[in-house]
């Protein structure tokens, strides 16, 4: 059903609502997990762009690990049940509850952002009479040429060990006993669709472990973090990133040491093409210069758009009339409640279902109740194809 959304079945649901597809999903799974394999990389799939629990369960049924930035996101991997020792933790203010569940449950690794948290995981790890297994995220201040909101690797951002302490922070960690140092961690930034960012991130890595080399410390894993970009404009012809492109860069410009493990935390590349947002139009109005259509659906579903000016494609399922002029907007009582200025829609009428598409990721986990509007609820493909199945509100 690629591209294809049930309109029937549409007709017994309460818009706006998130549409899954889950066969997508899984090409998209296939196509990650299968590159990622014929070079032994790791895949942690970053919870945090999408957790809704069926998703995660499907994921999980492929054997790839999780990368978690709270203790929330850690429980709902764990509930999806994916295994302890494919967790990663990252995040530059980890709790100590949420320290000590990922102690608790045996995590693969606390990706550590300064020397105040590795020492707080140390105490932490010493008084349940554990060691905690360590990376160190490393800011190497390179610029992923993404938008400046989520770009992560530069001097600027909050993220990561700066450079500079490096040194510093090994001698620290020579007298936390409770850690043990097994890897190096990167994120530069997400949405990347130039990916030459990632060679600069490559040979600084590179350069990173000769100088460890220098004082005599290997690090058994390096984490490559995420970022790879998706196809905005054309959800339908290029639904699936570029894996292989993608980890040839790495194979390429990544001197593996022997025995070492290379690890990834893909977010956006895995399930944000797979997502639509389903509306539909309340009223189409004539403003000043523009004629606006609004819909059901706000930023309180999908923040993109108003948060980071995203661009996402958006369709009418309803109509076939030729295409005229809009502003697309929300209910929500603020001017920034757009999704789009000045595109063309087939001719737009009230009670049209409207798609915004590649909605799949940083939208439903990042929807939020403002106006008290009720959470945005979810529908997947392979249950509305199921006849047998009712549909569950
Ligand atoms: N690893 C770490 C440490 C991260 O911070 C992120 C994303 C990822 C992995 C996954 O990156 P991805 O493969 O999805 O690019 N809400 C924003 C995106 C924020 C990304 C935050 N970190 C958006 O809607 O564009």
Redesign the pocket.
Known sequence: MKGNFPLEKFEEIQTPFYFYNTELLQDTINAAKNTADKYNYHIHY?V??NANPRILSIIRRNGVGV?C?SGGEIQAALDAGFPADKIVF?GVGKADWEINLGLDASIFCFNAESIPELKIINDLAKAKNKTASVALRINPDIDAHTHDH?T?GLKTNKFGINLNQLDKTLDILENLPALKLIGLHF?IG??LTDLAPFRVLCSCVADIQRQLAKRGVVVENINF????GINYNRPNSDPIPDFQNYFEIFHKYFPALPHQQIHF?????IVGQCGTLISKVLYVKEGYSDKFVILDAGFTELI?PAF?K?YHKIENLSSKESPETYDVVGPICESSDYFATQINLNKTRRGDYIAIRSAG??GEI?AMQYNCRQLPKAYFSDILADKNETIRH
């Open positions: 970053a945090k762009a990368d930035v990252a989520i992560t994120h997400s949405q973090g995420g970022g790879l935390e893909p977010g956006r590349s993109r980071y995203a990721a940083y990042m």
